[in-house]
């Protein structure tokens, strides 16, 4: 069955299909407050986009039912951080100078508490901008590509710097397309649901819980016609003459298929060119109807 309107569904169906740019909190992992938001929202199941570690706090996007379905397009964004780096010396003056430097791709050996394989690795790192420095402590800003290890940099940059450094306190400031400006605490969350049960008003909700939609905003974008959405539905995949329109897409490229009502179909993988007359044009990974 395929969705209606993003903006037109009802609170049921936007918790079955939702996402909530969630400001975690220190102190849960992100296991747990993906938890909170499944059993506040009564719904099978939540996801969390990007782990943070208890201490962390931020943005932290989580997706609500079915939605659960688009974690992997959070490994295709940036993310962007705040962090407070706590020198084991005194500064030297050119410290905005060496952190240019790790700008650029890094090599990085994951650290002994993570879930993932301890191999050496090549990541991302776009911007390192010092904000301030105050006695022993600078203020830092990374955007980087998923999967840096912030803490291992830090330690890094401070070997690079010649004092020493280890993390202190860091905030998710961004993974795309989310960044903090919309952000939305444990506790709106549980009012706005607490005023659609208790009185019937859904404002504040669908404020909180947006469409999960807006977590593909930041992937190219292959509109199809219905007939195709409904092959899609049943198991099929994209072909050429199902294309309406194919925005910015190139081969290979993970793209997200929706309706012309802009209600997403499926998440795929560009597979030709989609203004031929026959042909794949996009493989799939995920069916999301």
Aim: some cysteine; proline content about 7%; charged content about 30%.
């Amino acid at each position: 069955m395929l969705r209606g309107p993003p903006d037109e569904r009802t609170p049921d169906e936007l918790l079955a299909f939702g996402v909530v740019n969630l400001d975690k909190p220190p102190g849960p992992s992100a296991h747990q407050v993906a938890a909170w938001v499944r059993d506040l929202a009564e719904v099978d199941q939540a996801a969390h986009a990007g782990t943070l570690d208890p201490k962390v706090t931020g943005c932290l996007p989580t997706l609500t039912g079915a939605a659960t379905r688009l974690s992997q397009v959070f490994l295709e964004g940036a993310k962007e951080y705040v962090a407070v780096l706590e020198l084991h010396d005194e500064p030297p003056g050119d410290i905005e100078a060496i952190a240019a430097e790790f700008e650029g791709p890094l090599y990085q050996k994951p650290p002994k508490k993570s879930a993932v394989a301890r191999r050496l690795r090549v990541r991302e790192v776009h911007d390192l901008d010092v904000l301030e420095v105050k006695d022993r402590q600078a203020l830092l800003r990374i955007r980087c590509e998923s999967g840096t290890y912030i803490r291992k940099l830090c330690h890094d940059l401070g070997l690079a710097l010649g004092t020493g450094a280890h993390m202190g306190d860091l905030r998710r400031t961004a993974t795309d397309p989310f960044d903090d400006a919309t952000l939305v605490t444990m506790e709106e969350f549980a009012d706005g649901l607490a005023r659609w049960h208790e009185e019937g008003e859904d404002d504040w909700l669908r404020e909180v819980v947006r469409p999960a939609e807006r977590a593909l905003s930041h992937l190219p974008a292959v509109t199809i016609a219905p007939s195709a959405a409904e092959e899609v539905a049943r198991g099929a995949q994209v072909y050429a003459p199902g294309v309406i329109e194919a925005e910015d897409a190139e081969s290979g490229q993970l793209v997200a298929c929706f309706t012309p009502d802009d209600a997403a179909v499926c998440l795929g993988t560009m597979a030709g060119d989609a203004d031929a007359e026959s042909g794949l044009a996009v493989e799939l990974e995920r069916v999301l109807v």
